[in-house]
C-alpha cells in the first residue's frame, strides 16, 4: 500500500523554538495532505487541510501563525511549530489522501513533539 | 459528514472473533463507511471500508446493515496484537479537496491472552 513518511519521530525543544515537521508521499501524489495533534489517551484532533499549491485551512481555534503549513509540491508538506511552548507538547500526525481508486487516507508514524 | 457512535471500550480473547459495532443511522446515500485503527503511539491504519455490500479482505471483514444505519467490523481471530484504538469513519468518497476527515473517540480494544 501507499506509504506515508513523516520525519522526525520524536524532537524534544527548549521553549521559544520553532520545530519543523516533515511529511512526504512516498509512492503518490497527494494534492490534499491532514494534519492532526493528539494528546494522551484523546483522539485525534484536525488541524489543518494542506492542498498543494495554496494556503492551508484551519480548523476552527487553531492559530495559523503559530502552525505554518507549507504543501509545496505534490509529495511534502510541512508544519512548523513556531515559538514553541510546554502546551504545544503532543503527537502529531500528518495524512496524505490518495486520489486514485476510493480515496484511502494514508497516515505517517506520527512526531511526538515534547517542550522543555 | 455523518456522527458516529462506537463503544468505548471491548475486550476479546485471543483467537476468538472480535466485532466491533459501529452506529451511524445519519449516513447519507453517498457516504461510506471506513475504519481505521491506532496502536499505541503509531499513526492510524487502513483497515477496510464499504459502501452498501459487505467487504472482506486480508485484515478483515466489514458488515454493513441493509437500512446502513450501522456496521460491525469482524477480526476473525484477534491476536494480542490487534490490541488498538478502533476507529469508525463515515465520508462522502468524492474528489474534492476539503473532504476532511474527523475522527471521533474510536473503541479501545484489548485483546487478552
Known amino acids: 500500500g501507499a506509504v506515508v513518511s513523516q520525519h522526525p519521530s520524536r524532537v524534544i525543544c527548549k521553549s521559544g523554538t520553532s520545530v519543523k515537521i516533515e511529511c512526504r508521499s512516498l509512492?503518490?501524489?497527494?494534492?490534499?495532505m491532514f494534519w492532526y495533534r493528539q494528546f494522551p489517551k484523546q483522539s485525534l484532533m484536525l488541524m489543518a487541510t494542506?492542498?498543494?499549491?495554496?494556503?492551508?485551512?484551519?480548523e476552527q481555534g487553531v492559530e495559523k501563525d503559530k502552525f505554518l503549513i507549507n504543501h509545496a509540491s505534490l509529495t511534502l508538506s510541512t508544519l512548523t511549530v513556531t515559538s514553541a511552548h510546554p502546551e504545544d507538547s503532543s503527537f502529531y500526525i500528518c495524512?496524505?489522501?490518495?486520489?486514485?481508486?476510493?480515496?484511502?487516507?494514508?497516515f505517517g508514524s506520527g512526531t511526538q513533539l515534547s517542550v522543555l | 459528514d455523518a456522527k458516529t457512535t462506537q463503544p468505548t471500550s471491548m475486550d476479546c480473547a485471543e483467537g476468538r472473533a472480535a466485532n466491533l459495532p459501529c452506529n451511524h443511522s445519519?449516513?447519507?446515500?453517498?457516504?461510506?463507511v471506513y475504519w481505521y485503527r491506532q496502536i499505541h503511539s503509531q499513526g492510524p491504519q487502513y483497515i477496510i471500508h464499504?459502501?452498501?455490500n459487505n467487504e472482506t479482505n486480508e485484515m478483515a471483514s466489514l458488515i454493513i446493515t441493509e437500512d446502513r444505519k450501522s456496521s460491525t467490523l469482524i477480526l476473525p481471530h484477534a491476536t494480542l496484537r490487534d490490541t488498538a484504538v478502533y476507529y469508525c469513519?463515515?465520508?462522502?468518497?468524492?474528489?474534492?479537496?476539503?473532504?476532511?476527515?474527523?475522527f471521533g473517540p474510536g473503541t479501545s480494544l484489548s485483546v487478552i491472552p
Open positions: 495524512s496524505a489522501r490518495d486520489v486514485i481508486g476510493h480515496e484511502k487516507l494514508f
Open positions: 445519519t449516513i447519507s446515500g453517498n457516504e461510506y
Open positions: 494542506s492542498n498543494e499549491g495554496s494556503k492551508a485551512t484551519y
Open positions: 509512492d503518490f501524489q497527494a494534492t490534499t
Open positions: 469513519i463515515v465520508r462522502v468518497s468524492i474528489k474534492t479537496s476539503y473532504d476532511k476527515v474527523i
Open positions: 464499504g459502501l452498501k
